[in-house]
């Protein structure tokens, strides 16, 4: 399921709504022990044009929102 997800984000990195809606599926859809190496791997990926959507979704994770 982790390189499902990975690959959707690439192919719909070109829309920020998309690719923020898109992430937070992504996350229901991942097992909580790969959460860890998702959020590097994104950062690592998309980092330099989506940050702070980035910052916003896995900060409402951690706060368990």
Request: with cysteine; glycine share 4%; aromatic share 14%.
């Amino acid at each position: 399921m982790l390189d499902y997800v990975k690959m959707i984000l690439l192919k719909v990195s070109f829309s920020k709504a998309l690719f923020e809606k898109e992430l937070r599926k992504a996350l229901n859809m991942i097992l909580p022990a790969e959460i860890k190496d998702f959020r590097r791997w994104c950062y690592q990926q998309f980092s330099r044009i989506y940050r702070r959507v980035l910052k916003r979704v896995f900060g409402e994770l951690s706060l368990g929102a």
